[in-house]
């Protein structure tokens, strides 16, 4: 959701200067980083014969890769959708533990995007150092904003109240996840790269090799880690926070290798890093048949529920993020692609190809047990939903920039490029909180309550 913010912040083209006289320039938004590109190549993309044929009147890529943004406001509006229609139909909210839904497809599109963004951005960098220090202070402001808007410290619908104990607070959600794999992703974009000339496939991997290495070592840690490590037996307070009633509930585990929602790996290493009270409380495996009678949503638990049923677990911690990296990176790949390649053709076939080949592998992998899980972000997860982002971004591209069909587009434009205003204004719910704010004799009759939205029912 912060992809296009994270490129787009600073204002105006950022002339940087260190103190050794050395300058880089780093375009302040993708496309004016993508007619740069357009401009220094075009003698060489003169020649249309091995071009597709659009509709536009010239066969030229647009100096603006609209398709970027059209994406963008295209998983902003399904975001929306599964955010206020999931609790209706719970089918399209995100899956209970293994599975994948239209939900699940919202934080992969977006940190693809991430990827695809950097490398347009940081194509030219005659100084790397102040790039680096430019990425990690951009980094740092979305991890305090996301922990400032998801920590806990705006209480929700129907609580006018604000404010959160130190000692409770989240740590990790989706911007702070973006934001490292934006840092992540600069950093290889800077550092990792050698002087390979590009004029083929094979080139554009040797070019980039390092940046596929990364994305093997992190495949490795991450599967090195989820299947090798011991989780022991643990256990939690309920309720969370302190009362004169509080119970100890213990969990059984002493396995290994387990990928279930009591016993896996990932769980274990945010309770230690982390602590179980920085978690996520409404955890995602409580609208599993096994703790809700209302499965696949929200629900009483049923009678001799697990004992796991209600404790935390953040679906954004550290060992799944280290495998959602991997999806920033494999999009960077996407993004050198247009880098590159001028033709059409050629540009929908590097996309094309590894994206099929990616749902392949990972389909593979969940038939044969390493099941696709958004909670763990799982490998299978990861091939799968990165190969159907690099099918929708040529689809797009085919249809916005090849053929020019933009009327209908426009508003998924808009929404691409201010993709973190509504972000923040409607998936954090800010917009809802101030609206009821403004209430007539009681905090129940606001905006909200008159138009149905966070009406308390008895």
């Excluded at 996840?177 to 083929?200: F, P, Q, T």
Aim: include cysteine.
């Amino acid at each position: 959701m912060a992809s296009y913010q994270l490129i787009k912040e600073g204002g105006g083209g950022l002339d940087m200067k260190g103190n050794n006289n050395c300058t880089v320039r780093i375009d302040d938004d993708v496309e004016s980083a993508f007619q740069r590109i357009n401009q220094s190549s075009s003698s060489s993309s003169s020649s249309p014969s091995h071009r597709l044929r659009p509709k536009a009147s010239s066969t030229q890529p647009s100096s603006r890769l609209v398709s970027l943004d059209v994406f963008r406001g295209l998983t902003v509006v399904l975001m929306i959708i599964v955010d206020d229609a999931g609790g209706i139909l719970p089918s399209i909210n995100h899956s209970p533990w293994n599975g994948l839904t239209l939900a699940d497809f919202v934080m992969p599109f977006f940190l693809f995007m991430v990827g695809v963004s950097l490398g347009l951005v940081y194509k030219n960098m005659p100084c790397r150092a102040t790039a680096s220090k430019k990425a990690i202070f951009r980094t740092v402001k979305f991890l305090i904003l996301g922990v400032f808007l998801q920590g806990g410290y705006f209480h929700g619908i129907n609580n006018l109240t604000y404010g959160v104990d130190m000692g409770q607070i989240r740590w990790m959600g989706i911007l702070q996840r973006i934001a490292i794999a934006y840092l992540v992703g600069s950093m290889c974009e800077i550092w990792l790269r050698n002087d390979e000339k590009v004029g083929s496939g094979l080139s554009l991997l040797k070019k980039y090799q390092w940046h596929w290495v990364m994305v093997f070592m992190l495949t490795t840690v991450y599967l090195v880690l989820l299947y090798g490590l011991y989780v022991p037996d643990w256990s939690y307070q309920v309720p969370l926070t302190a009362s004169s009633e509080v119970k100890l509930v213990k969990v059984k585990c002493g396995v290994r290798g387990n990928t279930g929602p009591a016993c896996n790996a990932a769980g274990m290493i945010d309770r230690v890093i982390l602590g179980i009270q920085h978690l996520y409380r409404k955890p995602i495996y409580a609208r599993t048949h096994q703790c809700s009678i209302n499965s696949p949503d929200y629900g009483p638990l049923p009678p001799n529920a697990p004992s796991w049923c209600q404790a935390p677990f953040d679906p954004e911690g550290l060992l799944s993020t280290v495998m959602a990296l991997a999806t920033c990176l494999i999009g960077l790949q996407y993004g050198h692609v247009i880098v590159h390649f001028k033709d059409h053709k050629y540009r929908l076939l590097q996309w094309l190809v590894p994206s099929s080949g990616f749902i392949i592998l990972g389909v593979l992998c969940n038939i044969f047990g390493m099941h696709i899980n958004k909670a763990l972000y799982s490998f299978s997860y990861m091939c799968v939903t990165t190969g159907v982002a690099g099918i929708l971004l040529a689809s797009i591209y085919l249809v916005v920039d090849v053929y020019g069909y933009r009327r209908f587009t426009m508003v998924l434009e808009w929404m691409g490029m201010n993709a973190l205003v509504i972000y923040v204004l409607v998936a954090c719910n800010i917009l809802p909180l101030i609206l009821q704010g403004f209430y007539w004799n009681h905090p129940g009759n606001n905006i909200l309550s008159l138009i149905g939205i966070g009406k308390k029912t008895h």
